[in-house]
């Protein structure tokens, strides 16, 4: 009687290519921006169009029958109507020319960056505010201080200090601040203004 012969499992394949290779980190995220001005005037042109919209189905709606009264885009049009050349369009065309200039000028400005890098190789940041939070609790935290209000930029950290009056606080809350602050790229200057005391 003969034997069958075993028959062979397939088993997972390690690709040439990739066997051994070391896996690539990922490409370091890019810096967080703020919301732009031309955010704002895209949402005042919706209210606009949304309003129109509305006056649109209104009149519609006149003209149907369904509702009382008379079209408000034909009095508006009737408003217009035999209108002659006057003095006081050419300024009112050159302020829609320089509003709409604004308007594109906004649209292509660069949106505001609001956040600090960290010393990392995956794009790591910190947004101003949580910036704020780090050096109101690092100087909180000094000996002497009462309270600490903290407002923050990319580049300069302004901090009010309460105190109980001791000479060097400042200085030790300057430093503490800096120590906490010291992962980021590029750390903020910090400014202290002691109530009572110097910066």
Do not use: C
Not at 14 to 35: E, F
Not at 119 to 143: C, K, M, W
Not at 148 to 162: D, E, G, K, P, S
Request: proline share 7%.
């Amino acid at each position: 009687m003969s034997t069958p012969s075993a028959t062979p499992v397939a088993g997972p394949v390690d690709n040439p290519r990739t066997a051994g290779a070391p896996v690539a980190a990922m490409d370091a995220a890019k810096a967080p921006v703020g919301p732009g001005a031309i955010s704002v005037v895209g949402l005042v042109l919706a209210l606009l169009l949304t309003a129109l919209g509305a006056v649109a189905i209104r009149d519609a709606l006149v003209i149907a029958r369904f509702l009382h009264g008379t079209p408000w885009t034909a009095q508006a049009g009737g408003a217009v109507n035999g209108l002659l050349p006057a003095a006081w369009m050419v300024p009112v065309g050159a302020a829609l020319v320089l509003f709409g200039l604004w308007l594109l000028l906004t649209a292509l400005r660069p949106r505001p960056r609001r956040a600090i890098s960290v010393t990392s190789t995956t794009g790591v940041f910190l947004r101003t505010r949580d910036v704020s939070r780090l050096a109101q609790t690092a100087a909180e935290q000094v000996e002497g201080v009462l309270a600490a209000r903290v407002r923050a930029t990319r580049r300069t950290l302004y901090l009010q200090v309460r105190s109980t009056g001791s000479s060097d606080v400042a200085q030790h809350v300057r430093s503490a601040v800096s120590e906490r602050l010291s992962a980021l790229d590029k750390p903020p200057s910090v400014q202290v203004n002691v109530e009572g005391g110097q910066r």
